[in-house]
Structure formats: C-alpha cells, structure tokens
C-alpha cells in the first residue's frame, strides 16, 4: 500500500499542551528534582536485569532438577518483561538517566529480549507515540494475526471469538520479536516514501543480523550444548519464558488503548486529522493506575499511559505525581480524561473491546463505559 505523511492540523486545540508543560516544568522546578529516573531507577534496572540473568545463570549451573530449571524459565520471563517495561522502555525514549551513553546501553538490554533496539525506536517512539491509534500506521492496533484491534480493520468470521484467544496470541508477543524485526525493514522502507520514517539503513541491517544470531546462541545453542537437556525440553522452557512475558507485556500495552472510551480516528484525504496532537494522545490513551503502587513499579509505570503518551521523556517514577496536574488541566480545557479504575476494570473494558470488534462490522466510535 502507499502510506500518506499524516499532519495533526486544529491550531484552536493547541493550547492546551503549552499551558500543561509549563505547569509540569514548574512541578519539577518549584520541587528541584530531575526528569530522569534518579538513582532508584538504576537500581530498579539492577533488579530486573538480574530476575531475567540470574535465573539463566542458575539454571546454566546444572544444579537443579528439570523441573526447577522449568520454574526458573518462569522467572525469567517476569524478568523479560521487567526489563522490557521498566529499563527498556524508558532509556529508549531517552528518560531512565541524563546520561545520553547510559540509556544507549540500557536501551540495548533489548538485545537480552530478542528485539532490536533501532526497530523499536522507530515503531514505537516514532510512530506509535506520534500517530497512535491510527490504522495502518500505528502498527500496534494494524494487521495482527488473527485478530481485529481497529475498527477500519476487515472484519473476519473468526474475530467474533478473539475476546476468548486472544491472550494466547499475546503471549507469543517476544517470540515474534525473532522474525518481526526482519519484516519491518520493507516496512519502514515503504513509510519513508512519505517522509514518515527514513529507509532502513545498512548498518542497522548488519547489526540486526548479529543481534538475531547473538541472542540464538545465548538462549538457545549454550544451554543445549552446556546442559544435559533434550530438545524438547529446552523448547518447553523458552516457551514458558516467552509466553509469561508476551502476555505480561502485550496485556500491559492494549489496556492503554484498546478499551472503551477510547478514539480511533482517520485522517482526511489530504492525511489530515482535525486535532492537535496532545489532545490526540488524550483521546486515544487510557490509564488504569489504582492503589496497587507494587504493579505500577514492575510495570514501569505503564498505569499511567496518559502522562507516558504526553511527556514520553519523562521517567515514569514521576507519572503518579503528574496525573493530578494532567487531569486538571484537561478538565479546565473541557477534555475527558480517560482512567479506568484499576487493572480489572481496564482488563474487563479491554475484553468488551475485544467482543466489540469482533463483532461490529461498521466503522463505529467505542463509546466511554464506566470504569
């Protein structure tokens, strides 16, 4: 298909993100903290880095009967999305330190995943914050695997029961990382026609490439070779690892913007969307933050998906602190400010969703449930 650069073009809308980021610079100004992470992000980083390897160092000990080594595959994934939400994610978007070096090399813990860092920053950072929840170019709601996020999506017959196995797609989200990277490259080059991305450059290729068969030989030729364990065996364990963190991940990730209240809108002929773009990520985002603050922590913040989506070069150990000055200020410019009341709740709106496109063949705006 040829894509088309996409302009957000409602000037009367955009004051109201010059007056919010002058009263968030004056949060950290009047409280004298950094937009970083602070040293608790680092040591946050420690933790999670070390749920994910040192259950693969255990397990590379020999020690352990199969089925500990199997349990320990388990925690590695809790690790694996650790790692993906809260490291990550922010030192990619450049906010877990000030220290440009320290988030390059955090941000390449994505190598540990299986992903790649370039294809991330340019699918996520680059499309998904900027043109989110617009089909075809948001790659996040656009042509997935037996499943219908976007209402401009083709409904198929089979979408009416994706509310029931969905989330077993979501858990293979990681393992797809293997040849999903190699795909984006034809679409990035697509986009870049438009002006939208830049062509896949050559040197990404060849480090993509080595990252691929880095991360075959850690996770799969060392402990074949290294520990008395059976093919099948080893598949069963890097399946448990994969499947825990795809479904921690992709779950986190959909309950920002695939639940009720939520807007999915289309670009004119011209590729115009008649919004500014910070009230575009308040109508397309949700949070689900509640008093759970042990969840927010593992999951970097991402209950806060409004504040992420507004000032994504903010560490997310400042989000709870900036909701209420969010809120406000959405409030006082007469715009909704959508937040389910908890995981379950968002989980719950989330699978109504699910039901709702899988259903509904017209093009139609969700309309906002009560969390």
Wanted: one cysteine or more.
């Amino acid at each position: 298909m040829q894509y088309q650069k996409i302009k957000f073009s409602n000037r009367e809308k955009s004051t109201f993100f010059p007056v919010l980021r002058q009263r968030v610079d004056q949060y950290f100004s009047a409280n004298d903290i950094c937009k970083s992470g602070g040293s608790g992000i680092l040591y946050k980083a420690i933790f999670m880095l070390s749920l994910y390897l040192i259950p693969y160092s255990l397990i590379m000990s020999g020690a352990f009967s199969n089925l500990a080594m199997f349990a320990l595959t388990v925690v590695m994934g809790l690790g694996v999305a650790g790692v993906g939400m809260s490291v990550m994610h922010d030192a990619i978007h450049g906010s877990l330190a000030t220290s440009k070096i320290l988030n390059k090399i955090l941000g390449g813990s994505i190598y540990l995943l299986g992903g790649n860092a370039y294809n991330w920053e340019v699918q996520h950072n680059r499309l998904h914050h900027t043109y989110t929840n617009i089909h075809e170019v948001d790659e996040d709601i656009t042509g997935k695997f037996l499943l219908r996020l976007s209402y401009q999506e083709k409904q198929k017959y089979i979408h009416r029961f994706q509310h029931i196995y969905a989330f077993f797609l979501y858990s293979l989200m990681t393992i797809s990382f293997l040849w999903k990277d190699f795909k984006e490259i034809s679409l990035f080059n697509k986009m870049s026609e438009s002006g939208m991305t830049k062509p896949f450059p050559r040197k990404e290729l060849i480090r993509l490439v080595i990252s691929k068969l880095a991360y075959v030989v850690f996770i799969c030729v060392i402990p074949l070779y290294f520990l008395p364990i059976t093919f099948g065996q080893w598949f069963s364990g890097f399946l448990a690892m994969h499947c825990t963190a795809g479904i921690i991940l992709s779950t986190v990730f959909q309950m920002a913007h695939v639940v009720e209240g939520v807007e999915q809108p289309e670009p004119d002929t011209s590729g115009n969307i008649e919004n500014a773009w910070a009230v575009h990520q308040l109508q397309t985002t949700s949070n689900f933050a509640g008093k759970n603050r042990i969840l927010s922590w593992y999951i970097g913040g991402l209950d806060y998906q409004i504040e992420h989506h507004l000032f994504p070069s903010i560490s997310h150990v400042h989000y709870h602190a900036l909701s209420p000055i969010v809120k406000a200020t959405a409030a006082e410019f007469g715009y909704d400010y959508n937040a389910k009341k908890d995981f379950i709740n968002a989980l719950g709106s989330h699978v109504r969703m699910l039901r709702s496109m899988g259903t509904e063949v017209r093009i139609n705006k969700p309309e906002l449930q009560p969390a």
